[in-house]
């Protein structure tokens, strides 16, 4: 079972902002930019940002709708780099396959590693479900993801300020 421990889940999501933002004369993205990340890494880190946003948001008046902001900005997150994402090689070109996309072109069908996924809305519900009192917020939610609950995972109920 792995693990990501916050520091690196804050790296991976300023990685995906940069390179979601950076000008570029192609439509593509080369894979080169996601650093040796996979769309599934990017997934989980930005589902424990997603975590961490429903704490920080709690205390707001307007927490509902900030929240949802920020599920509908990670959604369209996984969804960009997935269509987006070729071979360094091929990024200027007008044919170039997405080398994360999520549907099958032969079959049509969902993939099965994102068939099977939680979707991030569903994540957002399982965060609003468990509340900000929940003492084991945290573990439940590394749990939720199938990571490792380990020493370096941030504990109790408590938001993770950024750095």
């Known amino acids: 079972m792995e693990t990501m421990a916050f520091e690196e889940c804050q790296a991976v999501v300023a990685m995906v902002i940069?390179?979601?933002?950076?000008?570029?004369?192609?439509l593509h993205i080369p894979v080169s930019a996601l650093e040796g990340y996979d769309l599934l890494h990017v997934d989980?880190?930005?589902k424990l940002d997603l975590a961490n946003a429903y704490l920080l948001t709690l205390p707001r008046s307007d927490s509902e709708e900030m929240?949802?902001?920020?599920?509908?900005d990670s959604s369209g997150c996984v969804g960009s780099l997935?269509?987006?994402?070729?071979?360094?090689?091929?990024v200027d070109r007008l044919d170039a396959q997405p080398i994360f996309a999520m549907?099958?072109?032969?079959?049509?069908?969902?993939?099965?590693?994102?068939a099977s996924r939680e979707t991030t809305e569903c994540f957002a519900?399982?965060?609003?479900?468990?509340?900000?009192?929940?003492?084991?917020?945290?573990?439940?939610?590394?749990?939720r993801l199938g990571l490792e609950y380990a020493s370096e995972s941030p504990r109790g109920n408590l938001?993770?300020?950024p750095a």
């Open 44 to 46: 989980l880190a930005l």
């Open 67 to 72: 929240f949802d902001g920020y599920v509908k």
């Open 82 to 90: 997935g269509l987006q994402v070729s071979r360094d090689d091929e």
């Open 18 to 26: 940069r390179v979601l933002s950076a000008e570029r004369a192609s």
């Open 159 to 161: 938001p993770i300020w």
């Open 125 to 143: 519900d399982f965060c609003r479900s468990l509340g900000g009192n929940d003492p084991l917020y945290w573990q439940k939610v590394y749990t």
């Open 103 to 114: 549907i099958d072109p032969g079959t049509m069908k969902c993939k099965e590693e994102w």
